[in-house]
């Protein structure tokens, strides 16, 4: 009981918010290119548990995060298949992908359930996080939560400096264009897949390899729904991305923190916040954002066959 | 990979063709995926160091090959069925609910409901009202979705998602809380139905009567789709939904109403696990009923006469699940990825006409 509530939700927020942001920023990428991910979902319960099955075997939680993300990466091409070669629905492959991932990890982590690993270290940096209030909340964490705001920037300088995120956008806002000026739409959307779902799966190994620290079968539980949703918010731009993030990691530490603080809420209604919360922040700044999404996504959310 | 291949690059080109599988007839091309993912998950099995061969021997063996077999995979498929219909419904007019899974929940807490509080009732009177209020629950739970929706101010796809979460947390909440059974210690589970409340099942077997809701279901949508007034403007708002608003059709009507009987649908299904099968109200009432009926409807492309077809094969898979458990000592999700294998060979196999979407 020794931190003060708001500093603990203020911590709290960031380390909850850490893996909801990278799967939103692997997602945002993704959307980018004109397709909706619902396997996002899956390609963070990937990253979570090839992550931590290769920290279990090597002992070092920065391989694991290489595998993590080379797993969330080789994930998602099975959604570009389905979508990008096979034109299947999106929502649907999707959603058959978080069921392969649910089967496949229950499978590959089998062995690992109640494993203790050595998961990413936690750094303090020196003086800066002895200051009183900030210190803690801010220059403590490991390597994700540091990277957090510099991936964002990676992600929105790779979209909106580089010939390839030019492209890649091109690609979203209407294939066919694409083509005419000479891009390989196809290609494109594969490569951003791979980079989305490497980013998913790095998300998904702060949650085994820090946040929870073990592995558990589904322990993903709707974060990557709600890192999809998220980016709805971030009407898809990776900076807005951070704030939203914060928001709903914010939201999943109070409860936490309450619940610490042996409230008579029951937890079980607690839990429902961070859902619910998605759903009133999507109600009230996600209407007007349709305008900004781009246009290849449209007929992914309005047509059914 | 294929992404190289420059032959349809562009929607609403078609491509040549670029396998020989596509041509084949709809049900030689599913036979083809089941076999694909029977396959790889075979080497999947291999890896694990168990034998495909017997695995698969006793999946056959615990679900088609004994009565009783039989009758535990009709089991699987009421709830499937039902939880698929909830798909289909909206997805007539262009519309994905991803709730079944939460709306199965809500129906079996509002069924449950009754049957706690109104224990006195006769079954004549207890079972249609138990039904009633799961129609009523599921409804429900699908009409926020469906009233943002018919505003324009919400995709219905990521709130029916995210309400699923909500659902299941509040089913926990009364299970642990004040509905938690005195008796069963450290269970948290409601007391037992009264035996007024137990839906009948037919003979020695738990198949029960949501078998004839969800086929009766199947039948008068089929009907309704294929024959009705209602069925056409239902395809004419799925399939272009502007020019059905101009020539009059109440689209925000049918959105809400189409969002509404799909709850009911899955409400029903929950109904079905509560008082037929367990008997009280668990904080675990569905493995992803909503989901597997989800995909089964895409599969089927909504039309309710493959779905029943759809979910009886995938109700044989979820019950091998049951199998590759006890015999194979996998996890019981080690079942999802066979099914997600069929779904994807599936999906992957499908040809589609020409000028389809992204």
Not at chain 1, 19 to 30: C, K, Q, T
Request: hydrophobic share 50%; net charge positive.
């Amino acid at each position: 009981m020794s931190t003060p509530f708001a500093q603990g939700v203020a911590a709290g927020a960031i380390r909850s918010g850490t893996s909801i942001l990278y799967g939103a920023l692997g997602e945002v990428i993704v959307e980018r290119a004109g397709m909706v991910n619902l396997g996002l979902e899956g390609c963070m319960l990937v990253g979570a548990c090839f992550g931590f099955v290769a920290t279990a075997e090597t002992g070092n939680a920065y391989i694991g995060l290489i595998a993590a993300a080379l797993a969330g990466g080789v994930f998602n091409q099975l959604f570009g298949f389905l979508v990008v070669t096979r034109r299947a629905n999106q929502l649907a492959s999707g959603l058959t992908l978080m069921f392969f991932s649910l089967g496949l990890t229950a499978i590959v982590g089998k062995d690992y359930v109640g494993r203790k690993v050595q998961g990413l270290d936690t750094w303090h940096m020196p003086l800066l996080s002895d200051i009183r209030w900030v210190g803690p909340v801010l220059f403590r964490g490991d390597l994700l939560t540091f990277g957090m705001v510099p991936m964002a920037l990676a992600v929105w300088y790779a979209l909106y400096r580089t010939r390839w995120g030019l492209s890649l956008r091109t690609v979203g806002e209407n294939r066919t264009a694409a083509f005419a000026a000479g891009l390989r739409p196809e290609r494109i959307q594969y490569q951003a897949l791979f980079v989305g779902g490497m980013l998913g799966g790095l998300g998904g190994a702060h949650l085994s390899l820090s946040y929870a620290g073990v592995w558990v079968e589904g322990m993903t539980s709707g974060r990557g729904f709600i890192a999809v949703a998220l980016v709805i918010f971030a009407s898809w731009q990776p900076l807005r991305a951070i704030a939203g993030a914060l928001l709903f990691g914010g939201a999943i530490a109070f409860q936490l923190q309450l619940q610490a603080r042996d409230t008579s809420i029951s937890p079980f209604l607690l839990d429902m916040l961070p859902y619910l919360l998605t759903l009133l922040v999507l109600l009230v700044w996600g209407r007007n954002r349709q305008y900004q999404m781009p246009q290849g996504l449209t007929e992914v959310f309005e047509g059914t066959s | 990979m294929a992404a190289a291949n420059p032959s349809s690059p562009l929607p609403g080109v078609v491509a040549p063709r670029r396998l020989a599988l596509p041509s084949l007839a709809e049900p030689a091309r599913f036979v083809v995926a089941v076999l694909a993912a029977l396959t790889v998950f075979g080497v999947i099995l291999l890896l694990q160091g168990e034998n495909p061969l017997v695995a698969y021997r006793d999946i056959f063996d615990t679900t088609l090959r004994t009565k009783y077999g039989f009758s535990e995979v009709i089991v699987r498929m009421i709830p499937l069925l039902l939880c698929a219909l909830a798909v289909a419904i909206p997805a007539r007019i262009g519309l994905v609910n991803v709730g079944g899974e939460g709306q199965l929940y809500i129906g079996a807490w509002a069924s449950s409901w009754v049957a706690l509080t109104f224990t006195g009732l006769p079954a004549p009177v207890m079972l249609p009202m138990m039904f009633l209020s799961a129609v009523i629950g599921g409804a429900a739970w699908a009409l926020t979705p469906a009233l943002l929706r018919a505003k324009g101010w919400l995709n219905e796809t990521i709130s029916t998602l995210l309400l699923n979460y909500v659902a299941i947390l509040f089913v926990q909440y009364f299970v642990y809380g004040s509905w938690k059974d005195p008796q069963s210690a450290n269970f948290p589970q409601s007391r037992t139905f009264v035996h007024a409340a137990q839906l009948p099942t037919f003979g020695d077997y738990r198949v029960h009567w949501g078998i004839i809701f969800g086929l009766v279901g199947a039948g008068v949508l089929f009907f309704i789709f294929r024959f009705t007034r209602w069925g056409y403007e239902m395809r004419a708002i799925g399939g272009n939904a502007e020019a059905a608003r101009r020539s009059g059709i109440p689209i925000a009507t049918y959105i809400v109403m189409a969002l509404l009987a799909g709850g009911a649908m899955a409400g029903i299904a929950g109904f079905g696990e509560v008082s037929a099968i367990q008997g009280r109200l668990r904080p675990s009432v569905s493995p992803g009923y909503g989901f597997i009926g989800f995909l089964a409807s895409w599969l089927a492309g909504h039309n309710p006469l493959t779905i029943v077809f759809m979910t009886f094969v995938l109700a044989v898979l979820t019950a091998g699940g049951d199998s590759l458990q006890i015999n194979q000592g996998l996890p019981f999700s080690s079942v999802n990825l066979l099914m997600a294998l069929t779904l994807f060979a599936v999906l992957a196999l499908r040809s589609k006409p020409g000028g389809e979407r992204l």
